[in-house]
């Protein structure tokens, strides 16, 4: 018997606000645009999508959100919002409730501070209370302190497709036993320094030229072993490969994304005509563009499935894997009809937006460095 896990809730802070209403309301906007910058005005002009006006302390007790590093409570609220959607209390002991996060920049601007005491003022002018901010795994191990959440605690730093993996994880720990309950979370957050590091490599976008954006939010899905609600989409197969490639560049071939979505076909037991959404991974690079070519020529025959795009307007990071994840959960769930523009590479090739409630979906990533994962979703 095939494994699939539901999905029974999920939670967002995205570019286009607080929590899965606004993120539909953006979505069914062909207009839409997100807001890119940064608030203050000391820092360069770079393309970074970030949610308008977000500060934990409104949507989170002000004591907790003082002690909350900025990655950290983008995912605190993300989570909340996922939580406050299953009964009350969990139906899961807290202790066996787990969470994989991904994140592709968390603890940047902790770091930036710190360092900067040390370099400009000496060690013992170091703020002790950033220290715990500046690794990757904050965020995670915030979650779990706040929300009371004893399982297991794992942070992918997986570039832009951490947030796909933490999905196949999650179904692992389920599967073994490990946990009866997932949050399943991708966080990103908007620090200069690191956007300006990818600028100066020219791989985001300047006007007049094509290039990606940097997205920051968070997204929070939870997965579990006997879903307490009705699953808003099923987790039914997940794959993954790599290329052996440069950390700093996409490979040459698209053979490992083709792999991994073929393995996640495979272990779900659905053919490449069985899809009826292929949620796309493209940003805005046209390298990654010309990838996604090659992968669909040869996965779909004609007539192709729909297709969604959201990554080219609301940026790409771990946070937006994880997106795209959500993103084809509430379309399988009947609570979303996408109104954006695919990018032309696709529509020129027969792809359409859905124009009906599909019954499966197709998310892949590819990741500088080589790295491919895929799954398939099902409507419940």
Same mark, same amino acid.
């Given at each position: 018997m095939r494994e699939r896990w539901p999905i029974a809730a999920v939670g967002a802070v995205t570019p286009a606000g607080v929590g899965i209403p606004a993120l539909v309301e953006a979505l069914e906007d062909p207009q839409w645009q997100p807001r890119l910058g940064f608030d203050d005005d000391s820092s360069p002009p770079l393309p970074v999508a970030r949610p308008p006006g977000f500060a934990a302390k409104h949507h989170i007790p002000p004591l907790v959100a003082r002690?909350?590093?900025?990655?950290?409570?983008?995912?605190?609220?993300?989570?909340?919002?996922?939580?406050?959607?299953?009964?009350?209390?969990?139906?899961?002991?807290?202790?066996?409730?787990?969470?994989?996060? !991904?994140?592709?920049? +968390?603890?940047?601007? *902790?770091?930036? %501070?710190? @360092?900067?005491?040390?370099? &400009?003022?000496?060690? /013992?002018?170091?703020?002790?209370?950033?220290?715990?901010?500046?690794? !990757?795994?904050?965020? +995670?191990?915030?979650? *779990?302190?706040? %929300?009371? @959440?004893?399982?297991?605690? &794992?942070?992918?730093? /997986?570039?832009?497709?951490?947030?796909?993996?933490?999905?196949?994880? !999650?179904?692992?720990?389920?599967?073994?036993?490990?946990?009866?309950?997932? @949050?399943?979370?991708?966080?990103?957050?908007?620090?200069?320094?690191?956007?300006?590091?990818?600028?100066?490599?020219?791989?985001?976008?300047?006007p007049g030229a094509t290039g990606m954006i940097l997205a920051e939010g968070a997204a929070t899905l939870v997965l579990a072993a006997e879903p307490a609600p009705p699953p808003l989409a099923w987790l039914a197969g997940w794959g993954s490969a790599g290329s052996p490639t440069p950390t700093h560049t996409y490979p040459t071939t698209v053979s490992a994304l083709d792999a991994a979505c073929r393995q996640a076909l495979a272990t779900a037991g659905v053919a490449p005509r069985d899809v009826d959404v292929y949620v796309s991974l493209a940003n805005g690079l046209p390298a990654l563009d010309e990838l996604e070519i090659a992968l669909v020529e040869g996965l779909f025959a004609t007539p192709r499935p729909a297709a969604i795009s959201i990554t080219e307007r609301m940026g790409d990071g771990a946070f937006a894997s994880s997106l795209r994840a959500l993103v084809a959960t509430l379309l399988l769930a009947g609570q979303l009809r996408p109104r954006w523009s695919l990018p032309p590479h696709l529509a020129?090739?027969?792809?359409?937006?859905?124009?009906?409630?599909?019954?499966?979906?197709?998310?892949a990533g590819l990741a500088g460095g080589g790295s491919a994962v895929a799954l398939l979703l099902a409507a419940p």
């Open positions: 002690r909350l590093d900025r990655a950290a409570g983008l995912l605190a609220v993300a989570a909340r919002e996922a939580l406050a959607s299953l009964p009350a209390p969990l139906p899961w002991p807290g202790e066996r409730v787990g969470v994989c996060a !991904a994140t592709w920049n +968390a603890g940047t601007q *902790a770091l930036v %501070e710190v @360092l900067s005491a040390i370099f &400009l003022a000496g060690p /013992e002018e170091a703020p002790p209370a950033q220290f715990p901010s500046t690794v !990757a795994n904050a965020p +995670a191990s915030q979650l *779990a302190i706040l %929300e009371k @959440l004893g399982g297991p605690n &794992l942070t992918f730093f /997986e570039k832009q497709v951490g947030g796909l993996r933490v999905l196949s994880q !999650a179904a692992r720990l389920l599967s073994r036993r490990r946990a009866e309950a997932v @949050l399943a979370c991708g966080v990103d957050e908007a620090q200069w320094l690191n956007a300006e590091s990818y600028d100066r490599l020219r791989v985001l976008r300047r020129s090739r027969s792809f359409h937006l859905p124009t009906a409630r599909p019954a499966t979906a197709l998310v």
